[in-house]
């Protein structure tokens, strides 16, 4: 099992930036990929960004980015003390949500596969993230 926790929600103006952490923790090393989701009031979740990697203890890995955001956030993982970041910037007010992390144990090598929440078999309980306009 790994844990998740999130941080780094807030309240912000449309314009601003937010960094979202999220501290794993437990088998990490059985992990091939870690993702963002959002989900709005009334709304599916939605995926945000992935990041993936063919072992834990890799420095190489590959992103992937909902068009919605690509160009205003980053993924990144910092692999030595197990955290994944999300980089928002210029956040509008249609990304108000909560944010979800997930890690998942599944490994294929296919564009757009940790797109669907169905890959992720652990999940944080999420940050809130509300962008004013």
């Known amino acids: 099992q790994v844990r998740l926790v999130e941080s780094g929600g807030g309240l912000v103006q449309a314009g601003d930036s937010l960094r979202l952490s999220c501290a794993a923790s437990?088998?990490?090393?059985?992990?091939?990929?870690m993702g963002w989701f959002r989900q709005a009031p009334g709304q599916e979740r939605e995926f945000v960004a992935s990041i993936s990697w063919i072992r834990w203890s890799d420095s190489r890995s590959n992103t992937d980015y909902a068009d919605s955001v690509n160009g205003r956030f980053t993924i990144s993982r910092d692999n030595a003390n197990g955290t994944v970041y999300l980089q928002m910037n210029n956040l509008k007010p249609e990304d108000t949500a909560g944010y979800f992390c997930?890690?998942?144990?599944?490994?294929?090598?296919?564009?757009?596969?940790?797109?669907?929440?169905?890959?992720?078999?652990?999940w944080g309980q999420g940050t809130q993230v509300t962008v004013s306009s």
């Open positions: 437990g088998r990490t090393f059985t992990t091939y990929a």
């Open positions: 997930a890690a998942s144990s599944l490994y294929y090598k296919i564009t757009g596969y940790y797109r669907q929440s169905r890959r992720y078999d652990s």
